[in-house]
């Protein structure tokens, strides 16, 4: 069995531990079945150096070996101890050649004990073994990288693999990860990790492959990241690769192998500065028939420092303990591998952070340490006695048609959502919420005892029972109206703001959900398109379809969308408009090329048209008409040199007036927002002088 902690720099208090000790996770089997239901604690006696942070091994004759951990001072001790269950006593044994916090230990199949790296002021990598027949400790040969918090798992062919930890490249963690053999006490580098990973939960699965999930994947500023990564070792090539993610990144949580490659983690924190802050009681499952993480029912109580212990052969999960704003907790609460739930149990007498549980021989557990929040380190110790099983019962979910699906909710009453019809497993006497949403075209009408609640809460019976209800079939729809999305408009080429939506109901006014609803625009000149090409929706509980995103197409122009529902023959209609994008271009429309005699107006006023990229016309700007400002040239009636665009995207000049020299020269007409300008080519003749001009 290992623990497994992690850390950066050495604290100096017992709430900076916290801030950096990941999840404590204790394996073990028993050969009893057991629950959390008339559990409880009593004292498992007291160390003679107290410790957090500590690793806790249990030896293959029934004792325990507790080494390392911070106490008193702040200090990181070197001292171990042995717990003997049959006496419920501790005895001193020999101390390790030097002060640990944040190792690993790791039970060998000689009955030896490995410990490596951890923290003493640096980082270290050197390791050392612990043998139980002299109580003492011997040196063996150093890691590669100086590492603290990673994890340390037995492989079946007695090497000792130990990846991930504290510190990487700053702010990362370390990927990397490294082999001990045991024939020649030497490490080798084996493959890196695809991911960063301190304080992880790692595994050995059956088919030989390690699995190592979440913990810190970076700290910086005193704080740390949860990662959502998984990676799954391969012995047979010294390569890692990824694995299915977790839906929610967390540090500093309870993690465990449970039976049939069920590994599971169950709270801690996502990031943040201190353990405790934002901490949570969210839980995941990892399902081997699927290589996929489950989310499971939260526990009762949000906690992070926790530790966590697989019991009653590897059916069952305890926590205990952690912190909570910063509140240390004594609470426990024990998950259920078969019904998927969790259940409280009894309470330890102590509220510890950052300790150890191990789970012994004769099923019961030992909680070894830990701390208050911000508190002086434990010498105590104390015992978890699991109680009787509580009692199940078989309950099945069935309808009178096909089609349906129920969600059930309740501590003890197998959570989730499931088709009908449903077999689960609840706890007798526990309260279950049951809600039933009928398929398309199908209302709830009634359960077989006549009650019309839905949802509706059942108390779990002492015997197997069978909940049926029945559906009957939803009127058809009567009527579609446009209900979102109109009027609206857009400049072309550009989606609209809302989508289009339309509310569906049956004769008497009732919304009709379930039933498809056909979006129709028009084929050609101003019009859109949807998002996909998808056109159609289903309508919702309230009876409202609701299109994909619709975007304008490049012409100009109000146009109207249809929406129709099969039965139905009006149509509801959407009233939208493409407006023009911005100004592109300016061209001459007409007034070029003409003359007239000085002090005369020329016979056509000056006129342009603006159109935007699309070549769509644009309306309402403002056009501006510039004449020579000396010599030959003219002046525009009023003073007015600047027309506004009309919806042609024509803007026309007042009359323009040639002045008293004689000459050409041109007149500019500009848009904002386009560089080139439209020239006017004109005359002023000084006698008579016919006209002429073109386009």
């Known amino acids: 069995m290992e623990v497994l902690s992690r850390m950066r720099t050495i604290p100096n208090t017992i709430s900076r531990l916290a801030l950096v000790l990941a999840a404590f996770a204790a394996l073990a089997t028993t050969a009893i079945r057991t629950h959390a239901q008339t559990a409880s604690w009593t004292s498992a006696g007291n160390m003679a150096t107290a410790r957090a942070g500590h690793t806790a091994t249990l030896l293959q004759d029934g004792t325990v070996l507790v080494a390392g951990g911070n106490s008193v001072s702040y200090t990181i001790t070197d001292t171990a101890e042995i717990y003997d269950p049959n006496s419920n006593t501790w005895t001193a044994t020999g101390s390790m050649s030097t002060p640990r916090w944040g190792h690993s230990a790791t039970l060998l199949p000689n009955g030896k004990v490995l410990v490596a790296g951890g923290y003493n002021g640096p980082l270290m990598n050197s390791a050392e073994i612990y043998d139980p027949v002299s109580r003492t400790w011997s040196s063996t040969g150093s890691m590669n990288t100086a590492r603290s918090g990673h994890s340390a798992t037995l492989l079946p062919n007695g090497m000792v693999l130990v990846a991930g930890g504290c510190c990487g490249t700053f702010p990362s963690e370390l990927t990397s990860s490294?082999?001990?053999?045991?024939?020649?006490?030497?490490?080798?580098?084996?493959?890196?990790?695809?991911?960063?990973?301190?304080?992880?939960?790692a595994a050995l699965l059956?088919?030989?492959?390690?699995?190592?999930?979440?913990?810190?994947?970076?700290?910086?500023?005193?704080?740390?990241?949860?990662?959502?990564?998984?990676?799954?070792?391969?012995?047979?090539t010294g390569m890692w690769t990824a694995a299915a993610s977790l839906s929610q990144g967390r540090a500093a949580f309870a993690g465990g192998l449970l039976a049939g490659d069920h590994m599971i983690v169950a709270g801690g924190i996502s990031g943040g500065c201190c353990v405790g802050i934002g901490a949570m009681t969210s839980t995941e499952m990892y399902d081997p028939s699927t290589h996929t993480w489950l989310v499971m029912p939260s526990m009762a109580n949000a906690r992070s420092g926790l530790a966590g212990a697989a019991i009653a052969n590897g059916t069952e999960f305890l926590v205990a303990g952690g912190g909570s704003l910063y509140m240390t907790s004594a609470t426990a609460e024990v998950f259920d591998l078969t019904s998927q739930t969790w259940s409280t149990t009894a309470s330890m007498s102590q509220t510890r952070l950052t300790f150890t549980m191990t789970t012994l021989a004769d099923g019961t557990v030992l909680a070894v340490g830990g701390a208050l929040y911000g508190g002086t380190p434990f010498t105590s110790a104390e015992r978890y006695h699991p109680g009787a099983p509580p009692q199940t019962v078989s309950i099945a979910i069935a309808?009178?048609?096909?089609?349906?699906?129920?969600?059930?909710?309740g501590t003890g009453c197998s959570g989730g959502s499931y088709s009908v019809p449903a077999s689960l497993t609840w706890i007798v006497g526990s309260s279950c919420t049951v809600s039933v949403t009928p398929p398309p075209g199908s209302t709830f009408a009634s359960w077989s005892d006549g009650s019309t609640a839905n949802p509706r809460t059942f108390v779990a019976p002492a015997s197997a029972a069978t909940y049926s209800f029945t559906m009957n079939a939803a009127p058809g729809p009567a009527s579609i109206v446009a209900s979102g999305g109109t009027p609206q408009n857009t400049p072309a080429g550009q989606p609209f703001a809302s989508p289009l939506m339309a509310t569906v109901r049956d004769a008497s006014g009732n919304p009709v959900s379930g039933v498809v609803v056909t979006?129709?625009?028009?084929?050609?000149?101003?019009?859109?398109?949807?998002?996909?090409?998808?056109?159609?929706?289903?309508?919702?509980?309230?009876?409202?379809?609701?299109?994909?995103v619709f975007t304008a197409n490049s012409k100009v122009g109000s146009y109207s969308v249809t929406a129709k529902v099969p039965g139905v023959s009006a149509a509801a209609s959407f009233a939208l408009t493409n407006t023009g994008g911005a100004p592109a271009s300016i061209r001459v429309n007409d007034g070029n090329s003409q003359s007239a005699t000085i002090n005369t107006a020329f016979s056509d006023p000056l006129s342009v048209t603006v159109k935007d990229a699309g070549g769509n016309p644009v309306g309402g700007v403002l056009v501006t008409f510039t004449a020579p400002a000396s010599g030959a040239s003219g002046s525009f009636a009023g003073g007015a040199n600047t027309a506004m665009t009309n919806s042609s995207g024509v803007a026309t000049s007042a009359t323009f007036t040639a002045n008293g020299t004689a000459g050409s020269y041109t007149v500019a007409a500009s848009v904002a927002g386009v560089s080139r300008t439209a020239n006017f080519s004109l005359t002023n003749k000084s006698t008579g002088g016919g006209r002429h001009h073109g386009n």
């Open 206 to 236: 059956s088919d030989g492959t390690v699995m190592a999930a979440a913990g810190a994947f970076a700290e910086m500023a005193g704080s740390m990241a949860g990662t959502t990564a998984v990676d799954q070792y391969q012995p047979f």
């Open 399 to 409: 309808s009178s048609a096909s089609g349906a699906a129920v969600s059930v909710s």
């Open 178 to 201: 490294e082999l001990w053999n045991p024939a020649t006490g030497t490490w080798t580098a084996s493959g890196n990790m695809v991911a960063a990973h301190s304080g992880q939960t």
């Open 519 to 548: 979006f129709t625009a028009p084929g050609s000149g101003a019009s859109g398109s949807f998002a996909g090409g998808v056109k159609t929706a289903v309508t919702n509980a309230a009876g409202v379809a609701t299109s994909a």
